[in-house]
């Protein structure tokens, strides 16, 4: 299957900080990725939607300016947790669909704020 | 906005096959069943998907119901690595549109 990779897997950082995760589709072009967010124990919770060469939509009750997505490439979109606190700690993970309507998942960063 | 209702836990011996059921009773006519299974602090992996057929391919078995109101994946032969949380999911097939996940059900294989 597709390949989608991210970066860093795991990263610590100093609260009040900005974080850069990227993700790419390693063999596929990608219009279209997600971006996901996991709590301890929980399921995933769609975060937003990373549209290449436009905004991105976010879901009800996902700051925009806390998060956020650019897609300046068919095979690259950057989530940005802006002014991070420890409450933003969190498994992020995107993905990409592929040709056959499936969505390829990436191996998900690990974030720690202190 | 999950759609599908899974148990929370299952167990499964080794070597024996694992049937994981989800309900889905209110699935459309143009939406498919798709299940994908995540292993402890690792994205979620795709397994199978399907409309109204039953589908087989290297990792699993799906069967769906002739309602379409349920489907159970089926592990024919269960290792200890396959002990991870198993979605099911219900959408369209489009491109762009968005799963959303439920629960899911923790398998747990057993020695």
């Known amino acids: 299957g597709a390949v989608v990779s991210q970066h860093p897997s795991w990263v610590i950082c100093k609260s009040g900080t900005s974080v850069k995760i990227e993700c790419r589709s390693l063999?596929?072009?990608?219009?279209?990725m997600f971006w996901y967010r996991q709590f301890p124990k929980q399921s995933l919770m769609l975060m937003a939607t990373?549209?290449?060469?436009?905004?991105?939509?976010?879901e009800q009750g996902v700051e925009k300016d806390k998060f956020l997505i650019n897609h300046a490439s068919l095979t690259l979109s950057t989530l940005t947790v802006t002014s991070a606190h420890p409450e933003d700690s969190s498994f992020y993970i995107c993905?990409?669909?592929?040709?056959?309507?499936?969505?390829?998942f990436g191996e998900g960063s690990r974030l720690t704020v202190l | 906005d999950a759609k599908t209702t899974q148990p929370t836990s299952m167990d499964c011996a080794e070597g024996r096959a694992a049937n994981l059921p989800c309900n889905h009773s209110?699935?459309?006519?143009?939406?498919?069943v798709y299940w994908y299974r995540q292993i402890h602090s690792q994205g979620p992996q795709y397994i199978i998907h399907?409309?109204?057929n039953n589908e087989t391919n290297e990792m699993a078995s799906l069967i769906i119901t002739e309602d379409r109101k349920s489907s159970t994946l089926i592990l024919p032969h269960a290792t200890l690595r396959d002990t991870a949380v198993y979605y099911c999911?219900?959408?369209?097939?489009?491109?762009?549109?968005?799963?959303?996940f439920g629960s899911g059900t923790k398998l747990n294989v057993k020695p």
């Open positions: 993905s990409a669909p592929g040709a056959a309507g499936e969505l390829f």
């Open positions: 063999d596929f072009q990608a219009t279209t």
């Open positions: 990373s549209n290449e060469g436009s905004k991105a939509t976010y």
């Open positions: 209110t699935i459309s006519g143009n939406e498919y």
């Open positions: 399907g409309l109204k």
């Open positions: 999911i219900v959408r369209v097939e489009y491109n762009f549109n968005k799963f959303y």
